[in-house]
């Protein structure tokens, strides 16, 4: 149940940071793009969280989402930021190199112990996030981009960290209090430095999907860390290049490397090894 949940969740992550990305290069406005993101979600989330079966919530439980969601809404920044100065087929992967490596060892030092098989699935995953940023582009990467990629992993992988802290019967409940602390700090951040926070139409759809497409990822995410573990999970949902891959292929024309193709089928071979493993 946990690789299915985090498979599915790899490929709705990265789609949303697909359009996300999309977003802040066609309106250069990345705190906007990030603001209205983080209000879809949590719009979404008001919806979905009732209905996720809580049965206990603690205090606790609403602090880890916090302390996550501020975690988050910083990697994001950065990271919509790094995608709209540089190339998507290499920044996106630097950013799930990081934010695979952060929960892969938290979880270990949490006391994750994954079967050999695991181990060999997880090991393969990560060769397969670099090899998906391993081609180098024609006409380089801006340092810009890969300093905001490597910050955004960060805020990423801690994020999962965090929210994996959160107990199992608190339902999707952490996730609202993730978005909404990250929503009006990030709000407020942009009122007081006067940025603008309206996109033109074109572009608030691609920024709704997003942040739908976001926040369905994380919930996918948080359910998954619920029956297995954080080591291996946090490696399966940072293989979301992939599907950032194919729609920088099909909608932008960004072409797809032989070593794209061996990253692909690496990062199949790696989730099969996993599930035997697990």
């Known amino acids: 149940m946990a690789i299915?949940?985090?498979?599915?969740?790899?490929?709705?992550f990265g789609c949303a940071d697909f359009w996300g990305g999309l977003a802040t290069r066609r309106s250069d406005a990345t705190v906007a793009v990030v603001v209205i993101t983080q209000v879809a979600g949590l719009a979404a989330l008001m919806v979905i969280a009732p209905l996720s079966g809580a049965t206990h919530v603690a205090v606790s439980d609403l602090v880890w989402g916090a302390g996550a969601g501020l975690c988050g809404a910083t990697g994001l920044l950065?990271?919509?930021?790094?995608?709209?100065?540089?190339?998507?087929?290499?920044?996106?992967?630097?950013?799930?190199?990081?934010?695979?490596?952060?929960?892969?060892?938290?979880?270990?030092?949490?006391?994750d112990r994954p079967a050999a098989w695991a181990w060999a699935g997880i090991v393969i995953g990560l060769g397969a996030i670099i090899l998906f940023g391993g081609v180098p582009h024609p006409h380089g990467v801006a340092r810009v981009a890969v300093t905001g990629?490597?910050?955004?992993?960060?805020?990423?992988?801690?994020?999962?960290v965090l929210?994996?802290?959160?107990?199992?019967?608190?339902?999707?409940w952490p996730l609202v209090a993730a978005r909404g602390c990250s929503g009006a700090l990030l709000f407020a951040w942009a009122k007081a430095r006067r940025q603008p926070i309206g996109l033109p139409r074109a572009v608030?759809?691609?920024?709704?999907?997003?942040?739908?497409?976001?926040?369905?990822?994380?919930?996918?995410?948080?359910?998954?860390?619920?029956h297995g573990l954080?080591?291996?999970?946090?490696?399966?949902?940072?293989?979301?290049?992939?599907?950032?891959?194919?729609?920088a292929r099909i909608v932008l024309h960004?072409?797809?490397q032989p070593l794209h193709w061996v990253a692909l089928v690496a990062a199949a071979g790696a989730v099969t090894m996993i599930v035997v493993g697990s």
Not at 163 to 172: I, P, Q, W, Y
């Open 254 to 256: 960004e072409r797809l």
């Open 4 to 12: 299915a949940l985090s498979l599915v969740g790899a490929i709705v």
């Open 230 to 247: 954080l080591a291996v999970v946090g490696v399966i949902i940072a293989l979301y290049p992939a599907s950032t891959l194919v729609l």
């Open 149 to 160: 990629a490597v910050l955004g992993g960060l805020g990423f992988g801690t994020f999962f």
């Open 204 to 226: 608030w759809k691609i920024a709704l999907a997003a942040g739908i497409g976001d926040v369905s990822a994380n919930a996918l995410y948080l359910a998954a860390t619920h």
């Open 163 to 172: 929210l994996a802290r959160s107990g199992s019967t608190a339902g999707m």
């Open 78 to 111: 950065f990271f919509y930021r790094a995608l709209a100065d540089g190339t998507m087929s290499i920044v996106s992967p630097i950013t799930a190199v990081v934010s695979a490596i952060v929960p892969l060892l938290a979880g270990v030092a949490l006391g």
